[in-house]
């Protein structure tokens, strides 16, 4: 989205969350990647607002902080949206040259966005033909101006050069999937759940290609809120609280007194019906394809983002999904080397630090295709 290289040394991926700014640099290394630079802080209050930043000085401001602190030289990045009104989807259309459907896509588009064309920012990316027929299957993104506008002024009001804005989704996708050294998640359907602070990204990948993505309105900041409604702690204490309990299956075994015990019994109900909206995605996707299907079955849950490392997440999830559930983190799997870094960050920032580790990637990945066989 909005890609185009302009040749710079290093890329740096930057990823702006409700909670917090996560930046990731990479750099090729033999067969894969290594770590070079990573870190975060928080965003600054009240800065976004349904994924459009809204305090352009403020966070740009945080941006360079982050950058400077972390020693992050890069004169390029690479940012990403997403949300319910980012719209993802695979069609098919009539066979015809990129030039040509470049001047047709927003009239494409339009039968699949409610929002105005003249408000929004279309692009695509053509996969190949459909056997037998003369359709091809193209990948359609569509997103609210101002949602890629507000990312794109808030980088060049930091001093670096917006290479381009990608889709939360794909970031997820590249870190994963693409770079998972195993090829575990290319044999099979599984879902990435991206918990985050705003909202939750559920994203099916079937056979190491993207099939799906939904975005649902729980995650950390409800539970957080609900934990401070109910015992009148600050949001810093409520935030805390709320990676100190233990998520449980049984509510009836916990003793009714201890606070740990009230805000699990506020936060599980919540939750629950993320856990039931989760399951919807799946059924929904699972709905297109015949009984029995092989591709169909989703057969792993990985889960991403800072939510996901409440302690007991992926036992509780799995339990509810009944499906295997892991927790997701940038590097552990992958072709990406820790570099300077140790497996302690890896094990606390990992799961936080897939989306920035996606976009870093989103370059390197571009010009390793380039470079001729050797």
């Given at each position: 989205?909005l890609?185009q290289?302009?040749?710079?040394?290093?890329?740096?991926?930057?990823?702006?969350?409700?909670?917090h700014?996560?930046?990731?640099?990479?750099?090729?290394c033999?067969?894969?990647?290594?770590?070079?630079?990573?870190?975060?802080q928080?965003?600054?209050l009240?800065?976004?607002?349904?994924?459009?930043?809204?305090?352009?000085?403020?966070?740009?401001?945080?941006?360079?902080?982050?950058?400077?602190?972390?020693?992050?030289?890069s004169?390029?990045?690479v940012?990403?949206?997403?949300g319910s009104q980012?719209i993802?989807?695979?069609?098919q259309?009539?066979?015809?040259?990129?030039a040509?459907?470049?001047?047709?896509?927003?009239?494409?588009?339009?039968?699949?966005?409610?929002?105005?064309?003249?408000?929004?920012?279309?692009?695509?990316e053509?996969?190949?033909?459909?056997?037998?027929?003369?359709?091809?299957?193209?990948?359609?993104?569509?997103?609210p101006?101002?949602?890629v506008?507000?990312?794109?002024?808030?980088?060049?009001?930091?001093g670096?050069?917006?290479?381009?804005?990608?889709?939360?989704?794909?970031?997820?996708?590249r870190?994963?999937?693409?770079c998972?050294?195993?090829?575990?998640?290319?044999?099979k359907?599984?879902?990435?759940v991206?918990?985050?602070?705003?909202h939750?990204?559920?994203?099916?990948v079937?056979?190491?290609?993207?099939?799906?993505?939904?975005?649902?309105?729980i995650a950390?900041?409800?539970?957080?809120?609900?934990?401070?409604?109910?015992?009148?702690f600050?949001?810093?204490?409520?935030e805390?609280?709320?990676?100190?309990?233990?998520?449980?299956?049984?509510?009836?075994?916990?003793?009714?007194?201890?606070?740990?015990?009230?805000?699990?019994?506020?936060?599980?109900?919540?939750l629950?019906?993320?856990?039931?909206?989760?399951?919807?995605?799946i059924?929904?996707?699972q709905?297109q394809?015949?009984?029995?299907?092989e591709q169909?079955?989703?057969?792993?849950?990985v889960?991403?983002?800072?939510?996901?490392r409440?302690?007991g997440?992926a036992?509780?999830?799995?339990?509810?999904?009944n499906v295997?559930?892991?927790?997701?983190?940038?590097?552990s799997k992958?072709?990406i080397?820790?570099?300077r870094?140790?497996q302690?960050?890896?094990?606390?920032?990992?799961?936080v630090l897939?989306?920035?580790?996606g976009l870093?990637l989103?370059?390197?990945?571009?010009?390793?295709k380039?470079?001729?066989?050797?």
């Amino acid at each position: 989205m909005l890609s185009q290289l302009f040749g710079k040394d290093t890329v740096v991926g930057i990823d702006i969350g409700n909670s917090h700014i996560k930046a990731v640099e990479v750099e090729p290394c033999g067969t894969g990647f290594r770590l070079v630079n990573a870190a975060l802080q928080v965003t600054p209050l009240d800065s976004c607002r349904d994924g459009v930043i809204t305090n352009i000085p403020d966070v740009a401001q945080a941006i360079r902080t982050l950058l400077r602190s972390a020693n992050i030289r890069s004169t390029g990045a690479v940012a990403a949206i997403s949300g319910s009104q980012v719209i993802v989807r695979q069609v098919q259309l009539p066979k015809m040259s990129e030039a040509s459907l470049r001047k047709s896509i927003r009239f494409e588009a339009a039968k699949y966005v409610s929002a105005s064309m003249d408000d929004s920012v279309v692009e695509f990316e053509i996969l190949g033909d459909v056997e037998g027929t003369d359709q091809m299957n193209v990948m359609l993104v569509a997103a609210p101006k101002d949602l890629v506008e507000s990312r794109v002024s808030v980088l060049e009001a930091a001093g670096v050069e917006p290479i381009a804005i990608d889709v939360e989704a794909f970031a997820i996708i590249r870190a994963l999937v693409d770079c998972n050294k195993t090829q575990d998640f290319t044999s099979k359907t599984i879902a990435l759940v991206d918990m985050g602070a705003s909202h939750t990204d559920v994203n099916i990948v079937s056979g190491g290609t993207f099939a799906l993505t939904r975005s649902i309105p729980i995650a950390g900041e409800s539970f957080t809120n609900a934990i401070k409604t109910l015992t009148g702690f600050s949001y810093d204490d409520a935030e805390r609280m709320k990676f100190e309990m233990a998520l449980q299956e049984s509510i009836d075994k916990l003793s009714s007194g201890d606070v740990e015990s009230k805000c699990w019994r506020v936060v599980q109900p919540l939750l629950d019906e993320l856990l039931r909206e989760i399951r919807r995605s799946i059924h929904y996707y699972q709905s297109q394809f015949p009984e029995g299907a092989e591709q169909a079955s989703v057969s792993e849950v990985v889960l991403t983002g800072g939510t996901a490392r409440m302690p007991g997440m992926a036992a509780y999830v799995s339990s509810k999904l009944n499906v295997p559930v892991e927790i997701g983190d940038a590097w552990s799997k992958n072709q990406i080397s820790l570099g300077r870094f140790t497996q302690d960050f890896a094990d606390d920032y990992g799961p936080v630090l897939v989306v920035g580790t996606g976009l870093a990637l989103k370059e390197e990945m571009t010009r390793a295709k380039q470079r001729p066989a050797a």
